[in-house]
């Protein structure tokens, strides 16, 4: 059906929505009337929900409804929506924001809908709602703007095997993120630059071509879930050397890193690293997720994971292994925080754990060739690591119970499996008991690891 409003048009079919001139939109739930346009003609009367109308910013409109937040008429200048959400509270958006809810995505045989964008001064076109029909923030442009739908043929479309909130990186756009297919990079962006989501599980695994690097630059978590993301040997030209696979953005305070299944960083070429934290970042398993796993590999003299603020791990395995030439296992030691979790670190030919004094107060952390350039401290004692065999280990990929301890009260336990069949625990000068999966170990540290 074609709706005029002063000389725009929408075009609405079941199941598609697609405009070119009109400029702004109601969403209009069933009973509801828009009024707008030359002549107050009355556009999409009695709409199914979900249905929308087109009207201009510098249109006065009238709307009226039957349902418990629009019982009276109104009558708004530069309107864009009044609708009523679940519940029947009223929410109005003002000129130069957008509705937070989906679109329908128009449908085209032959073609995948990329998005619906917005053409700017000077013709640049800037993407409003994603592939799916997210809005990618929660404005819109202050000054009037035209919404059109790309689309690209489905033949031409080479998925990357990468996805963000199950959308693969090929489509370019999501809300909080984009993919440049140019730098194989994708960025993620979160609310501090004006998007709506946070949260970002990332998925697949790359090709020759594809992603290669994943560039965190807000607060936010990341959710790595069964990724492998390995730059080949092959490649002509490797991320700039001391970038991780995983880059996150110095000056940030509040990065989580969660894991879910078991996930592969890894650089081949030149001199970069797996991880690098430049901002406070925290690693830990998924809430419901078992055996999350973190492998991160560095090459040439860089370590597998590069601290420069702040990392500390609390649950999950971490795997960091460092370049064959000289990388270490990780670096930045003194900025290196433990509280629970299992830890392998392992230098190419020089120190695992490089960098200073790491504070560890739990978990499992086993050093592969029991070499670092300063002893582990729980902030006020050096430690030392005592090696406890698992009684019976049914494998490295179930967890380890420690429990009833003498002497370690207050050391984190959460998340700790199996490494060849032992586990790592750092405690100070003293005399320990503890069980491991019911067995009663005991160790006594005089200065030196047992």
Same mark, same amino acid.
């Given at each position: 059906m074609?709706?005029?409003?002063?000389?725009?048009?929408?075009?609405?079919?079941?199941?598609?929505?697609?405009?070119?001139?009109?400029t702004?939109?109601?969403?209009?739930?069933?009973?509801?009337?828009?009024?707008?346009?030359?002549?107050?003609?009355?556009?999409?009367?009695?709409?199914?929900?979900?249905?929308?109308?087109? $009207?201009?910013?510098?249109?006065?409109?009238? $709307?009226?409804?039957?349902?418990? *937040?629009?019982?009276?008429r109104?009558?708004?200048?530069?309107?864009?929506?009044v609708?009523?959400?679940?519940?029947?509270?009223?929410?109005?958006?003002?000129?130069?924001? %957008?509705?937070?809810f989906?679109?329908?995505?128009p449908?085209?045989?032959g073609?995948?809908?990329?998005g619906?964008?917005?053409?700017l001064?000077?013709?640049?076109?800037?993407?409003?709602?994603?592939?799916?029909g997210?809005?990618?923030?929660?404005?819109?442009?202050?000054?009037?703007?035209?919404?059109h739908?790309?689309?690209?043929?489905?033949?031409?479309?080479?998925?990357?095997?990468?996805?963000?909130?199950?959308v693969?990186?090929?489509?370019?756009?999501?809300?909080?993120?984009e993919?440049?297919?140019?730098?194989?990079?994708?960025t993620?962006?979160?609310?501090?630059?004006?998007?709506?989501e946070?949260?970002?599980?990332?998925?697949?695994?790359?090709?020759?071509?594809?992603?290669?690097?994943?560039?965190?630059?807000?607060?936010?978590?990341?959710?790595?879930?069964?990724?492998? $993301?390995?730059?080949?040997?092959?490649?002509?030209?490797? $991320?700039?050397?001391?970038?991780?696979v995983?880059?996150?953005?110095?000056?940030?305070?509040?990065?989580?890193?969660?894991?879910?299944?078991?996930?592969?960083?890894?650089?081949?070429?030149?001199?970069? !690293?797996?991880?690098?934290?430049?901002?406070?970042?925290? %690693?830990?398993?998924?809430?419901?997720?078992?055996?999350?796993?973190?492998?991160?590999?560095?090459?040439?003299?860089s370590?597998?994971?590069?601290?420069?603020?702040?990392?500390?791990?609390?649950?999950?395995?971490?795997?960091?292994?460092?370049?064959?030439?000289?990388?270490?296992?990780?670096?930045?030691?003194?900025?290196?925080?433990?509280? *629970?979790?299992?830890?392998?670190?392992?230098?190419?030919?020089?120190?695992?754990?490089?960098?200073?004094?790491?504070?560890?107060? *739990? *978990?499992?952390?086993?050093?592969?060739?029991?070499?670092?350039?300063?002893s582990?401290?729980?902030?006020?004692?050096?430690?030392?690591?005592?090696?406890?065999?698992?009684?019976?280990?049914?494998?490295?990929?179930v967890?380890?119970?420690? !429990?009833?301890?003498?002497?370690?009260?207050?050391y984190?336990t959460?998340?700790?499996?199996?490494?060849d069949?032992?586990?790592?625990?750092?405690?100070?000068?003293?005399?320990?008991?503890?069980?491991?999966?019911?067995?009663?170990?005991?160790?006594?540290?005089?200065?030196?690891?047992?």
């Open positions: 074609d709706n005029q409003v002063n000389g725009g048009k929408t075009w609405q079919v079941p199941g598609t929505l697609h405009w070119e001139q009109c702004y939109f109601c969403k209009m739930e069933k009973g509801h009337e828009v009024k707008g346009g030359q002549g107050g003609q009355t556009q999409n009367q009695g709409v199914d929900p979900g249905g929308f109308a087109a $009207l201009y910013k510098s249109e006065k409109a009238e $709307l009226t409804g039957t349902s418990p *937040g629009l019982r009276q109104e009558t708004h200048d530069d309107l864009i929506f609708y009523t959400p679940d519940g029947g509270e009223k929410q109005r958006c003002l000129y130069g924001e %957008v509705p937070r989906s679109v329908a995505k449908i085209r045989d073609y995948l809908f990329m619906y964008f917005a053409t001064e000077g013709g640049r076109e800037e993407i409003e709602y994603d592939c799916t997210r809005p990618m923030r929660e404005y819109l442009h202050t000054k009037d703007v035209a919404l739908a790309k689309f690209v043929r489905s033949s031409d479309f080479k998925p990357t095997g990468v996805s963000v909130n199950g693969d990186a090929a489509f370019e756009y999501g809300p909080g993120w993919y440049s297919p140019g730098t194989r990079t994708i993620l962006m979160t609310r501090g630059d004006k998007s709506i946070n949260e970002f599980a990332i998925s697949g695994s790359n090709v020759v071509g594809t992603v290669r690097q994943i560039v965190l630059k807000g607060n936010g978590t990341v959710r790595l879930s069964d990724l492998t $993301l390995v730059s080949p040997e092959t490649e002509t030209q490797g $991320l700039p050397n001391g970038e991780g995983l880059q996150i953005a110095g000056g940030l305070t509040n990065a989580v890193v969660e894991l879910v299944g078991s996930n592969t960083l890894a650089r081949t070429r030149g001199a970069g !690293s797996g991880l690098v934290c430049g901002g406070t970042v925290t %690693v830990r398993e998924a809430a419901g997720s078992s055996g999350g796993i973190l492998v991160a590999a560095g090459a040439g003299t370590p597998g994971i590069g601290v420069t603020d702040r990392l500390t791990v609390e649950d999950g395995q971490v795997l960091a292994y460092g370049g064959a030439d000289g990388g270490f296992g990780l670096s930045g030691g003194a900025r290196y925080r433990q509280t *629970g979790g299992t830890v392998l670190l392992s230098g190419g030919d020089k120190n695992d754990l490089d960098g200073g004094a790491a504070t560890v107060t *739990g *978990g499992s952390l086993c050093l592969a060739h029991r070499t670092r350039s300063h582990p401290t729980d902030g006020a004692n050096v430690l030392y690591c005592i090696r406890t065999a698992v009684p019976e280990s049914p494998g490295d990929d967890r380890v119970v420690v !429990s009833n301890a003498v002497g370690a009260t207050g984190g959460q998340g700790i499996y199996p490494i069949g032992r586990i790592y625990l750092w405690r100070p000068n003293g005399y320990y008991e503890f069980d491991v999966d019911g067995a009663r170990a005991f160790a006594t540290v005089k200065n030196a690891d047992t």
